[in-house]
């Protein structure tokens, strides 16, 4: 199912590097991520700051993305994406060796939380803004798709990866030392590709003497992304879906420990074939891009949400749920590769940075307030009708398409 723009894409040796750099990356950061709250738990057997860790590594996508996105466009994206690496190799590579000497406290853990967290900020709307630069249009979408599949395979691998370092160890502290290693050496090697990468990640810019004021460009972003006939709608359906779309891991552990009362084994099983799902999506989307136009795959992918939240809701037996999970996650990669595609193509490269880091602040607001809502409908009303609810929201969210211009996106 390899069309030839994906074909061609392998050959793009630019793009290998930077595609298998952040593929390193972020297996690496799916490894910590999965030690990180053992570790604090350990530490300090407190819930609650595994709680509040875990918000200071997001707060700065909320509280930096719109300037992030400004300087982007202002300065060296491929010297911005080695410094924010470079950073977090020295930075998680700082745990192993506190732990070594025995000095390893929770301060420390925040501290790794926050830095890691602006990192992250200035490398992923760096990355979003050179890959256009790096591929043609033509082959946004399978770049776009091998983007989403390699974030499903990091998910996948991630955990199990994580769970054997830390089964190594003999203390709990000792295995994520070794998981925090791992990840700083996945750093180091997303540097050195990104080192070697002869193409420019930005259109050459004309010195200015005097520049508009920080606010002033971001207020350019913004109102270029509002004017906009696709994107207006196309950042409202994407906030849309992830208010709506927060919850659902969450509730399809309430639908099978509470409901369906299966075994923890039999979860994971569930969790791990959906993240397969995820990965077929992803290689499904080249083929299916040459083939349909981009305003009728984002409507058939949220009829596909729709139908299998409901499917969800009225899962009975672990076999159900596994076919609806399935298809919850499969459809997930298939619309955000064909909305980013879709997205860069109508974006000048002098106005990637900030409209990426408009777009990003609008979906991660849609994932915090939907995960507060979700878990108040969880506690309130159950599995089943949240499912009900998130079926009948992205119905509601059609609209965004078909009233719009986006349903003639191409």
Same mark, same amino acid.
Request: charged share 10%; net charge positive; no cysteine.
């Given at each position: 199912m390899q069309s030839e723009s994906s074909s061609q894409l392998w050959r793009n040796r630019d793009f290998v590097l930077l595609w298998g750099g952040q593929a390193l990356s972020l297996l690496g950061t799916q490894i910590s991520t999965f030690a990180l709250p053992l570790l604090i738990l350990a530490l300090t057997n407190s819930p609650a700051q595994t709680g509040f860790i875990l918000s200071v590594q997001r707060l700065p996508f909320l509280l930096l993305s719109l300037p992030v996105g400004a300087f982007i466009d202002r300065w060296n994206r !491929?010297?911005?994406?080695?410094? *924010?690496?470079?950073? #977090?190799?020295?930075?998680?590579?700082?745990?192993?060796?506190?732990?070594?000497?025995?000095?390893?406290?929770?301060?420390?853990?925040?501290?790794?939380?926050?830095?890691?967290?602006?990192?992250?900020?200035?490398?992923?709307?760096?990355?979003?803004?050179?890959?256009? #630069?790096?591929?043609?249009? !033509?082959?946004?979408?399978?770049?776009? +798709?091998? #983007?989403?599949?390699?974030?499903?395979?990091?998910?996948?691998?991630?955990?199990?990866?994580?769970g054997f370092l830390l089964g190594l160890a003999p203390t709990i502290a000792a295995g994520a030392a070794l998981a925090y290693l791992a990840d700083s050496l996945s750093y180091l090697a997303s540097v050195l590709g990104l080192a070697i990468i002869h193409t420019p990640f930005q259109v050459e810019r004309l010195l200015q003497d005097s520049r508009p004021s920080l606010g002033r460009e971001v207020a350019a972003g913004l109102h270029f992304l509002w004017s906009h006939a696709h994107l207006r709608p196309l950042a409202l359906l994407g906030t849309s879906? !992830?208010?709506?779309?927060?919850?659902?891991?969450?509730?399809?552990?309430?639908?099978?420990?509470?409901?369906?009362?299966? +075994?923890?084994?039999?979860?994971?099983?569930?969790?791990?074939?959906?993240?397969?799902?995820?990965?077929?999506?992803?290689?499904?989307?080249?083929?299916? !891009?040459? #083939?349909?136009?981009?305003?009728?795959?984002?409507?058939?992918?949220?009829?596909?949400?729709?139908?299998?939240?409901?499917?969800? +809701?009225? *899962?009975?037996?672990? %076999?159900?749920?596994?076919?609806?999970?399935?298809i919850f996650t499969l459809a997930s990669p298939i619309y955000f590769a064909t909305a980013f595609a879709y997205r860069?193509?109508? %974006?000048?490269?002098?106005?990637?940075? /900030?409209?990426?880091?408009?777009? /990003?602040?609008?979906l991660q607001a849609g994932v915090v307030l939907g995960s507060t809502l979700g878990g108040l409908l969880l506690s309130l009303l159950g599995a089943r009708l949240t499912f009900w609810l998130i079926a009948l929201g992205l119905l509601f969210s059609l609209s965004l398409i078909v009233l719009t211009e986006l349903r003639h996106a191409q």
């Amino acid at each position: 199912m390899q069309s030839e723009s994906s074909s061609q894409l392998w050959r793009n040796r630019d793009f290998v590097l930077l595609w298998g750099g952040q593929a390193l990356s972020l297996l690496g950061t799916q490894i910590s991520t999965f030690a990180l709250p053992l570790l604090i738990l350990a530490l300090t057997n407190s819930p609650a700051q595994t709680g509040f860790i875990l918000s200071v590594q997001r707060l700065p996508f909320l509280l930096l993305s719109l300037p992030v996105g400004a300087f982007i466009d202002r300065w060296n994206r !491929k010297l911005i994406m080695l410094l *924010a690496d470079a950073a #977090r190799f020295l930075l998680y590579g700082s745990l192993p060796i506190a732990y070594a000497l025995a000095a390893l406290t929770i301060v420390h853990l925040y501290l790794i939380a926050l830095i890691g967290g602006i990192a992250l900020v200035f490398f992923d709307i760096a990355h979003s803004a050179a890959v256009p #630069r790096v591929v043609s249009p !033509k082959q946004l979408p399978s770049a776009a +798709a091998l #983007r989403e599949g390699m974030s499903a395979s990091a998910d996948l691998l991630g955990a199990g990866i994580g769970g054997f370092l830390l089964g190594l160890a003999p203390t709990i502290a000792a295995g994520a030392a070794l998981a925090y290693l791992a990840d700083s050496l996945s750093y180091l090697a997303s540097v050195l590709g990104l080192a070697i990468i002869h193409t420019p990640f930005q259109v050459e810019r004309l010195l200015q003497d005097s520049r508009p004021s920080l606010g002033r460009e971001v207020a350019a972003g913004l109102h270029f992304l509002w004017s906009h006939a696709h994107l207006r709608p196309l950042a409202l359906l994407g906030t849309s879906i !992830k208010l709506l779309g927060a919850t659902s891991t969450l509730a399809i552990v309430v639908l099978a420990r509470n409901e369906l009362h299966l +075994a923890t084994l039999a979860l994971g099983l569930i969790l791990t074939v959906g993240g397969v799902g995820g990965i077929g999506g992803a290689l499904f989307v080249p083929w299916l !891009k040459t #083939r349909v136009p981009a305003g009728q795959i984002l409507l058939g992918v949220i009829l596909l949400w729709v139908a299998s939240a409901a499917l969800l +809701a009225l *899962a009975f037996s672990p %076999v159900i749920l596994i076919v609806g999970w399935t298809i919850f996650t499969l459809a997930s990669p298939i619309y955000f590769a064909t909305a980013f595609a879709y997205r860069a193509n109508l %974006v000048p490269d002098g106005l990637q940075g /900030r409209v990426n880091s408009i777009y /990003r602040t609008m979906l991660q607001a849609g994932v915090v307030l939907g995960s507060t809502l979700g878990g108040l409908l969880l506690s309130l009303l159950g599995a089943r009708l949240t499912f009900w609810l998130i079926a009948l929201g992205l119905l509601f969210s059609l609209s965004l398409i078909v009233l719009t211009e986006l349903r003639h996106a191409q």
